[in-house]
Structure formats: structure tokens, C-alpha cells
């Protein structure tokens, strides 16, 4: 018997919470004093427990719970006391009833993460957070590291005009030196469930590094793998991959003495290349002379960069020529063609081709010649006072043409592909016992091979050249033509198919606006 009084009695049967109503009258909201006291009656409901007290018979109100109940979080990542005493019986038995909780748990299989009970406040029938489980920790993600290579811009100096004199154009490194590093993924550290159950930890996210194998070696460390050159030569990066390139360093000029160099690699001359002389490389192209060059036939990058660091008096002969950029502190009757054409001071008469063209904004010059873009041409002035012809085009992308040459191309492509297929197919036999072949039959196979070698390197020419029209696709920016300080009369603007030849002297951002060119 819990309570026995004028209205109710009170009990507890079989777990079961029990009223016996003996007079109508007790007040619904007065119940909540009693639960206070009897913190282990659990109600099943307000509306029992109104019709209980007005129905003047027995009636099943709710249960008896036990006096500490633990509950584990679905996860198993905490568990739950509840301590189902009033606060002056929990104040009068605290340490039995804590030993009592410290026992409920051991029975749950509560084993992991404990928390000490004494330092958890108490209140009747809210829950004590009793352990905690330990979340497992992902492992860390390899690092990869490369070493830095320097952007290829001319530095800007306080005036915001361009130093085009020292580029650090050539990164040299020689045999053995780092070039990168690659700290592998770690192990995680597992974690525990508050009863016991190990969670296991992800190993850390892996990264790929890239290097070229030709050229870098990769050497496994203690804790990590470390790329060095493999010979000396010049830092570059072609595609995302990190290598070395073949480098000659010719530490004078390019004359008689040397002859004109071809070159599978960078080529770096301290001197300069003297007139009717050439340089061909691959790789980048420096030519590190203060006087730049005079009257060379053709310098000339077929995968790189050029780099002039005096500028070049070219006489109508000289024809600068990369695949990438071109960087010069200026060019005098000559022909210059890249991908992006840098210039310090001025072209004068130059006959120029690239994506874009960046001069000086502050002071540099373009007088005389024609200067022909994709996309951008910036200077400062433009012409002279004596009204020379020059011509400054920027024509713009022509997507429709770019795409009809794409499809041009990946049907000759598919073409190329279907005929590899098939050479490799029919050389197959013989590749299989290429050993024993002798006499008219080995002949044929070697053509066979020469053949194939032949569709790849198509093939490989081909995607090279789609790729780079989607690129540009891609990239397309509308023409644009600056002069920031004066276009004088005399120069032709031109862009997309608008043109105008100038009268007056102006300046500004010359585009196309609403169909009109804002000459």
C-alpha cells in the first residue's frame, strides 16, 4: 500500500499500479505531488487516470518501474541511468543506491566509458548519462608534396609596370635532387561501444602522385615515398606530371662556333644567337643575353615556352615560334608566334599571332605591324603621331568551325582506332611466337609493327587536337582589345568581324556591344 486517504487507496500489485476509488472529488492536478513522491509510478495516461478518480471502482493506472533502469542508445554509443527515487530518499542512500546503478550497469554489460556517477547531478526520473563509447577516428589522408615550381609572369613592380629582365625562366636540378613526396595514408584508430564491441576505424583517403617515370625515380623512405631526378636537367611539369627534361646549357653565344642547334630538350644560351643562326628545341627556350638577339632566322619551342630576356632586332628575318608562351622585352621587325605573347616595352612592326597579347599598360607600345588574337590585346598606346598603319585584330572564338573540325576529326579518328584494332588483331599470331619468325615472314611483321606504331602516334595527334579545340570551346572569352593610354590615328581596330580605322585619338576597352563595335 502506497497511500490510503478519504478519496483513493493507493497499491501496488504484480508490478501493477492499482486505484481504488473510494469518493469522487480528488483533484486531477494533485496527482502530480504524489508521482513526486513515488517517482517509480509510471502513468499510462492522463485520461486513465481522470476516469480512475471519478469511477468509484478499481482500476489499473500504471506501472511500477524498477527504482534504476538503464537504457542503451540504439547505436550502443551511450548509455542511461534513471534513478526512480525522490530526491530526499536518493539524499538519505545516496551510496547504496550509486553502488545499486554501478550494479545495474555491470548486469546491462555496460563495460566501456563510464562516467563517475558522483559528479552527475541528480533529479528524479531525468536521465544520468552513465558511458559514453569512443568513436572510431579516421586515419589521416596521404600527403602529396611537390617541389614548387615558379610561375612564369614577369613580376610587377611598384609602378605596376612589368620586369621582364629577370624570370628565373629555367629551374635546373641535378641527379638525386627532391621533387616530391608522398606521405601514405594512415590507420585509423578504432573505436568502442559502451558495451565492448570494437568499431573499427577507415584507413585515410589515398591521393595519386604524378611524375613522369622516364625521368623521376621513386625511392620508398621510412614512412613515405620520395621522387628524385633521375638525371640533371630542367624542372617542368607537362600534363600534371612532374619530370625533368633534357637540358643543354650553352654557356655563350650560338654562332659559328656552335652551329644552329636542334635539341631534344630545354635549351638554355647565356650569350645570344647571333644572325642567320637558329635554335630548334622541344623543351623551353631561354636566351639569357642582356643584348637579346639580332637577326637570327628562328628560335623556336615545339613544346614549350620562349624566353628573350634583351628583346629582338629582327630585320624582317628573325620568326619566334612556341607551342606555349613567349616572353620578350621587346621585338623589333620580326614575327612572333604562341600561345600568350608577353612584351615589355614595344612591338614595332612585328607581325604577331596568339590567344592573346599582353604589353606594358602602363608604357608599353605597339606601332606598325598587325597583331592578330583569339581573344585579348592590352597596351598602353597603340600607333604613333605619324599615323602609322597598325593593325590590332582580336577575332574571337569561332565555335561552329571548331566544332565541325572536331567532328572532322573524330571520324577520322574512329577510322585510325577501327585500323589499329585490326593490325593488332592480325599481328597477334605473330607476336606470339615473334622468336621463330625468319626470312619474308619476320620482313612483314616488322612492317606490321612500323604500321602500328604509326596509327598510334595518329591516333594520339588526333586526340591531342580534339582535346585542345574543346579547351578552347571551353575557355572562350569574347575579343577584347585595351589601350589604356592612346590609339592613335591611323590604327585599324578590329574585332570578332567589325573593324574601324581610327581618326582621332582615343582610348579604352574596344569589344563588341550589342552587335556595334564602341569604337
Not at 389 to 400: F, S, V, Y
Not at 468 to 489: D, F, G, S, Y
Amino acid at each position: 500500500m502506497l497511500i490510503q486517504n478519504e478519496f483513493f487507496d493507493l497499491l501496488v500489485q504484480e508490478e501493477k499500479v492499482i486505484l481504488r476509488t473510494k469518493k469522487n472529488g480528488f483533484p486531477l492536478k494533485s496527482f502530480d505531488t504524489i508521482t513526486r513522491e513515488h517517482p517509480r509510478i509510471k502513468i499510462i495516461s492522463f485520461p486513465v487516470l481522470r476516469k480512475a478518480l471519478t469511477d468509484l471502482e478499481e482500476h489499473v493506472i500504471g506501472n511500477w518501474i524498477p527504482a534504476i533502469e538503464v537504457s542503451i542508445a540504439p547505436d550502443k554509443m551511450m548509455a542511461q541511468l534513471y534513478i526512480n527515487v525522490s530526491t530526499k530518499e536518493f539524499e538519505e542512500n545516496k551510496q547504496s543506491i550509486l553502488k545499486q546503478a554501478e550494479k545495474v550497469l555491470d548486469d546491462a554489460g555496460v563495460i566501456y566509458g563510464r562516467q563517475a556517477l558522483l559528479e552527475e547531478p541528480f533529479k528524479p526520473g531525468e536521465p544520468i548519462i552513465a558511458a559514453i563509447g569512443r568513436q572510431p577516428q579516421k586515419g589521416e589522408d596521404a600527403v602529396v608534396t611537390y617541389i614548387e615550381i615558379p610561375e612564369r609572369r614577369p613580376e610587377i613592380r611598384e609602378d605596376g609596370s612589368a620586369d621582364y629582365f629577370e624570370m628565373n625562366f629555367v629551374t635546373p636540378v641535378k641527379q638525386g635532387d627532391w621533387l616530391g613526396e608522398k606521405i601514405p595514408t594512415q590507420e585509423g584508430v578504432n573505436g568502442m561501444d559502451v558495451v565492448g564491441n570494437e568499431l573499427p576505424a577507415e584507413r585515410g583517403n589515398d591521393a595519386k602522385i604524378y611524375f613522369d617515370r622516364k625521368s623521376v625515380d621513386e625511392e620508398q623512405d621510412v614512412d613515405k615515398l620520395v621522387l628524385r631526378a633521375s638525371f640533371g636537367g630542367a624542372l617542368e611539369s607537362i600534363d600534371g606530371l612532374i619530370g625533368v627534361g633534357k637540358q643543354l646549357v650553352v654557356s655563350g653565344d650560338v654562332g659559328p662556333e656552335t652551329g644552329s642547334i636542334t635539341f631534344d630538350g630545354s635549351v638554355v644560351v647565356y650569350g645570344t644567337v647571333l644572325a642567320g643562326f637558329s635554335v630548334n628545341a622541344t623543351g623551353d627556350i631561354s636566351i639569357e643575353g642582356n643584348e637579346g638577339i639580332t637577326n637570327a632566322k628562328e628560335i623556336q619551342s615545339s613544346e614549350g615556352d620562349v624566353y628573350i630576356k634583351g628583346g629582338i632586332f629582327g630585320g624582317g628575318l628573325t620568326i619566334v615560334e612556341a607551342r606555349g608562351n613567349i616572353f620578350v622585352k621587346h621585338a623589333n621587325n620580326c614575327k612572333l608566334y604562341g600561345k600568350e605573347v608577353h612584351v615589355g616595352l614595344y612591338l614595332l612592326g612585328t607581325e604577331v599571332r596568339a590567344e592573346s597579347v599582353f604589353i606594358d599598360k602602363n608604357k608599353g607600345k605597339i606601332i606598325g605591324g598587325e597583331v592578330e588574337v583569339l581573344y585579348k590585346i592590352e597596351c598602353a598606346y597603340a600607333g604613333n603621331s605619324h599615323e602609322r598603319k597598325t593593325i590590332l585584330r582580336a577575332k574571337g572564338i569561332d565555335k561552329e568551325l571548331l566544332y565541325m573540325e572536331i567532328q572532322e576529326m573524330a571520324k577520322s579518328l574512329k577510322e585510325h582506332q577501327e585500323t589499329f584494332g585490326k593490325l593488332e588483331q592480325h599481328a597477334l599470331p605473330f607476336r606470339n611466337n615473334e622468336s621463330q619468325l625468319r626470312g619474308p615472314q619476320a620482313d612483314a611483321y616488322e612492317k606490321m609493327l612500323e604500321v602500328i606504331e604509326s596509327n598510334g602516334k595518329v591516333i594520339a595527334e588526333l586526340d591531342k587536337e580534339i582535346q585542345l579545340r574543346i579547351r578552347k570551346i571551353k575557355q572562350a572569352v569574347p575579343a577584347q582589345i585595351e589601350v589604356t593610354r592612346e590609339a592613335n590615328p591611323g590604327t585599324i581596330i578590329q574585332v570578332n568581324s567589325k573593324s574601324s580605322t581610327l581618326h582621332v585619338t582615343t582610348k579604352g576597352i574596344f569589344e563588341i556591344v550589342d552587335g556595334v563595335l564602341n569604337v
